[in-house]
């Protein structure tokens, strides 16, 4: 009896300097409290010795962002060129763009100002303003739109792919999603917000050639903004990195035992609201990308197809959904124990 009770308090204390380790490389606790308790109630029933759990590896680095960029060519017209163009309401604008400030405005006002220069060039080609030009100034005209028109969806990438808050979201410096971080950012809820960004965003991208659509400078920058709060996207592929590491951990140790052994009713709250969670933004960030009318990249066709990918077999998602339905297989040959109250309440603390 005492020595059953020594054995189980070292395994405690094993498993307590196990996450200190874990922490040090980078794994949060928190993030690892549902499946050190989840691995524990295993052990415990199955009568085995504590699950090794390894860390798993951090996301691959985001492709620098030169390399996800096109080359946009400068359009330059003559101040007298472009005052011939004056009825087309657009020298107020260039004159602004081509200021101090307008020259070092971030990729968001840039890509506003060339939607607006745009639509103004567009609508006032079907005006009866060319018909009042001159044959080279009407020939200007045209070029001009035809140009602009030409690179606007060149523009929109450049301006969401240059951004620091895109940028951002794939930091490799995050960590994966605690249970109560993830519960706040469960719909509805906290990835609410973050999600109608990523919506308004493809909203502009699906738009931009629509005349009549009006853009809003300080709606964009507070999208913008919401991005830039917290990494989601490199949380969420952590966290399924994290959940597809601990399955599969715990489904190796469900093969070295055989039934009649019963198995802890297995709380799945947690698991549930990444799934949820993981699926809702890897779904819009890849609409987001996919309403452009350009081919990517190829720099960023390859991460995406590793990292975001929800079809690729080895990116998280699917590596993820693998796991999980190998688990649950393996517990079938198992019938449910009671629960056991201290793991119950370790999994279920965050709900």
């Given at each position: 009896m005492i020595h059953d009770t020594l054995r189980r308090g070292l395994l405690f204390t094993l498993a307590g300097f196990w996450l200190l380790g874990l922490t040090g490389c980078g794994q949060g606790s928190e993030a690892e409290s549902v499946w050190q308790a989840y691995h524990q109630a295993l052990s415990q029933a199955l009568d085995t010795a504590e699950i090794e759990r390894s860390a798993p590896p951090n996301i691959g680095a985001f492709p620098e962002r030169q390399a996800l960029l096109f080359d946009i060519n400068e359009t330059r017209e003559s101040?007298?060129?472009?005052?011939?163009?004056?009825?087309?309401?657009?020298?107020?604008?260039?004159?602004?763009?081509?200021?101090?400030?307008?020259?070092?405005?971030?990729?968001?006002?840039?890509?506003?100002?060339?939607?607006?220069?745009w639509q103004r060039l567009s609508l006032c080609w079907n005006t009866d303003v060319p018909r009042e030009l001159s044959e080279e100034n009407r020939d200007r005209l045209r070029d001009i739109t035809l140009t602009k028109t030409a690179q606007l969806p060149f523009v929109s990438w450049?301006?969401?792919?240059?951004?620091?808050?895109?940028?951002?979201?794939?930091?490799?410096?995050?960590?994966?999603?605690?249970?109560?971080?993830?519960?706040?950012?469960?719909?509805?809820?906290?990835?609410?917000?973050?999600l109608d960004a990523l919506r308004y965003l493809r909203q502009m991208v699906l738009h931009q050639f629509d005349r009549q659509w009006q853009q809003d400078s300080s709606r964009l920058e507070n999208h913008l903004k919401t991005l830039q709060e917290r990494p989601i996207t490199a949380e969420v592929l952590r966290s399924l990195m994290l959940a597809t590491q601990?399955?599969?951990?715990?489904?190796?140790?469900?093969?070295?035992?055989?039934?009649?052994?019963?198995?802890?009713?297995?709380?799945?709250?947690?698991?549930?609201?990444?799934?949820?969670?993981?699926?809702?933004?890897?779904k819009e960030i890849n609409r987001l990308v996919d309403s452009h009318p350009v081919t990517p990249p190829a720099q960023w066709q390859r991460y995406a197809h590793a990292w975001l990918s929800l079809d690729a077999p080895d990116a998280p998602w699917q590596s993820f959904q693998r796991a999980l339905k190998t688990h649950q297989a393996a517990r079938k040959g198992f019938s449910s124990c009671r629960p056991i109250a201290s793991v119950k309440t370790k999994m279920t603390s965050h709900s």
């Open positions: 101040l007298l060129n472009v005052y011939a163009l004056r009825e087309c309401e657009i020298t107020s604008l260039i004159a602004a763009r081509n200021n101090q400030l307008g020259r070092v405005a971030p990729p968001s006002q840039q890509w506003l100002y060339e939607r607006e220069l450049n301006a969401i792919f240059d951004s620091r808050e895109w940028e951002k979201n794939f930091s490799r410096a995050s960590q994966p999603l605690s249970a109560s971080e993830l519960n706040q950012l469960t719909p509805p809820g906290g990835l609410d917000n973050a601990r399955l599969d951990e715990a489904t190796e140790r469900l093969k070295t035992v055989q039934p009649p052994h019963c198995l802890p009713e297995w709380d799945r709250s947690y698991v549930a609201q990444l799934e949820q969670s993981a699926f809702a933004w890897l």
